[in-house]
């Protein structure tokens, strides 16, 4: 599966958005892009994924450029509970090789009053 | 989305015990099911992979007689941390695969373990 690239730490206002960027360069052509998030003592908990489109959801809008070498996840009015740390992954559906999601050091995104 | 369950939450044992972890999905079937294991201030670490009615296929360095592995149905794997020590106290989370198109991967909350 590509490697993904993400900042380490980012901040943001509470009620503003924020815009968590990631770097997949060597993406293929069958790799989903995923996004988790994983507040304090919690397991990750799903936000989004997509293939070549933008997608929305009740949580976040995922934004990917045409030429899937990027996407930037958007939480539209950022709350103190959006405090945690999150993980872009690049994964093939249906890869007979187990499937799992392999997570790096992900964006500890930080939301101040 | 789906919800993945995990029992007990926090278990705090002394060395030499064994802990049992057990991971339910609630509202699907799991054919895949993945453990992994995150020490503090780091990332999440897969151990291992189970499947439903077969033997558990672990990542390179985790010892599969140390770490048992149970997946007897479609919506039950369970963990068993065997002769614990204090080196094995971490948070243990576990996974599920809805499968489908897109193999949306869920998971539960995870189980602090403390040896003592």
Not at chain 1, 20 to 41: A, D, F, K, M
Not at chain 2, 60 to 89: C, M, R, W, Y
Request: aromatic content about 8%; overall charge neutral; proline content about 5%.
């Amino acid at each position: 599966d590509a490697k993904t690239t993400q900042p380490p730490s980012m901040d943001c206002a509470e009620g503003r958005a924020a815009n968590l960027p990631c770097n997949h360069s060597t993406i293929s052509g069958n790799e989903y892009v995923y996004w988790y998030r994983q507040i304090h003592s919690q397991g990750p908990q799903y936000i989004i994924h997509g293939l070549k489109n933008n997608e929305t959801n009740e949580m976040a809008s995922l934004i990917i450029t045409e030429d899937r070498k990027s996407s930037t996840l958007i939480l539209p009015h950022a709350t103190l509970r959006d405090t945690a740390v999150y993980y872009c992954i690049v994964r093939a559906a249906n890869n007979n090789a187990g499937n799992m999601l392999t997570f790096g050091g992900g964006t500890r995104l930080m939301v101040k009053p | 989305g789906a919800v993945v369950s995990q029992h007990p939450s926090r278990v705090i044992c002394k060395s030499g015990t064994s802990v049992k972890i057990e991971c339910r999905s609630l509202d699907f079937q799991a054919t895949t099911m993945f453990w992994y294991r995150q020490f503090p201030k780091q990332s999440l670490m897969l151990m291992a992979t189970s499947n439903e009615g077969s033997k558990a296929t672990y990542e390179q360095g985790v010892e599969k007689d140390k770490f048992l592995i149970n997946h007897a149905s479609l919506t039950l794997s369970t963990l068993t941390v065997t002769s614990a020590h204090p080196e094995d106290s971490s948070f243990y989370i576990c996974s599920a695969r809805e499968g489908g198109p897109t193999d949306t991967q869920y998971f539960g909350p995870g189980t602090r373990l403390t040896v003592l």
